[in-house]
């Protein structure tokens, strides 16, 4: 009777188990379904206004000048033998001193981190990566190739091919999220975590789907999971969705003096205008669902988030939450008025909390490799 009774709950256990995974995946697919209507009828919308400009785009074929700024540091190159990948990035400071290693998040490149580039050289070694996919590094084909231990991976060994076994890690919403996972996966690497606008991953997975405003913010994520029909979208109207993300007072950056200069705003229409330039991004997006949840959880080494008020996609109560996960020192600074775009937006406050988070309990010597 005793036996029957266990196989009766294990039964049970599987069963709900697959309900929920089955609840799990019709809700994932049935917001997608919701959300690409909303997009279509968009397009549509832009066809009867703009039927000629709808369909133009232009690939730009040279890039602009602030992307030789030799202020920012070098374009260098490092082919990982595991993977076979080049990967791009851009270094500044002398060899020798303490990494600095930044992750951009979507739609970014290793641009992103111009103003930290120029801040921390002077004692740091500062590398700015193009990720997987993204700019000048390599962009295997296939979505399989952009799993996220896959791009964790990448952290790992990039760090090491610099000659280095520990580093101070810098990342911004998707670059946050791969900080995050690397820190929980090899916290004997990380020194210290900076994380800009992206909860902890358990955080953002918990919190989207017990909160229906959350669940809107990250519709997009819903959308990216289509082939081929997102990247289209986004070259309509000459790429007029990133232009949008970047500088519209809904989801832009709010500051002045510190808005993309035309420059800057043409140095990302030159990267993902690129044939084949936005897939290796978004599939980042259709492998997001096939880690979580994880199975380690706790992040060992000291955290500052830093969170942009006005963050259009991500709700401010995810950042208080994340602390809920770190087993050392935590600082959350919320920053006022500030966009999603942190790091672009308000400089020169970003700058000073990650100095004032470095300097804290750490001596000078406690910097070195």
């Known amino acids: 009777m005793a036996r029957l009774l266990r196989n009766l709950l294990l039964f049970t256990v599987r069963v709900t188990l697959k309900i929920r995974v089955l609840g799990f995946w019709a809700l994932v697919y049935s917001y997608c379904a919701f959300y690409t209507c909303i997009v279509l009828l968009k397009l549509l919308w832009s066809i009867i206004r703009r039927p000629l400009k709808t369909f133009q785009w232009v690939i730009r074929e040279n890039a602009p000048a602030c992307l030789n700024d030799t202020s920012l540091g070098t ?8 993977s ?22 979507f739609p970014e490149f290793w641009f992103s981190w111009r103003y930290q580039l120029r801040e921390f050289k002077s004692e740091f070694r500062v590398v700015a990566v193009d990720m997987r996919g993204y700019g000048e590094s390599d962009v295997p084909a296939g979505r399989e190739h952009y799993r ?11 760090v090491e091919y610099l000659g280095y076994n520990r580093c101070f890690l810098v990342g911004h919403d998707w670059g946050g999220m791969i900080a995050w996972l690397f820190a929980i996966h090899y916290p004997e690497m990380v020194n210290k975590l900076i994380v800009l606008n992206c909860p902890h991953p358990t955080v953002f997975t918990d919190y989207t789907l017990h909160h229906p405003s959350q669940l809107m913010k990250s519709s997009y994520f819903f959308f990216f999971q289509l082939s081929r029909f997102p990247e289209f979208m986004f070259t309509i109207n000459d790429f007029k969705a990133i ?4 500088t519209s007072q809904t ?16 140095s990302y229409m030159y990267v993902f205008s690129q044939p084949g330039a936005l897939t290796g991004p978004l599939n980042y997006y259709r492998n997001a669902f096939s880690f979580l949840p994880l199975k380690q959880q706790e992040v060992k080494s000291p955290v500052l988030l830093l969170w942009g008020e006005r963050d259009a996609f991500l709700e401010q109560e995810m950042a208080e939450i994340s602390r809920l996960y770190i087993k050392n020192h935590f600082r959350l600074n919320i920053i006022s008025g500030a966009s999603h775009w942190l790091q672009q937006d308000q400089p020169d406050i970003v700058n000073t909390l990650i100095w004032t988070f470095l300097k804290e309990g750490e001596s000078r010597k406690n910097y070195r490799n």
């Open 243 to 246: 232009k949008y993300l970047f």
């Open 75 to 82: 374009h260098c190159y490092v082919r990982i033998k595991e």
């Open 148 to 158: 996220l231990d896959y791009l964790v991976t990448d952290v790992k060994d990039i």
């Open 251 to 266: 989801t832009g950056i709010g500051r002045k003096g510190c808005r993309l200069t035309s420059e800057d705003m043409e």
């Open 84 to 105: 076979g990948l080049r990967f791009h990035y851009v270094a500044a400071g002398e060899r020798g001193k303490p990494l600095m290693l930044f992750l951009h998040g």
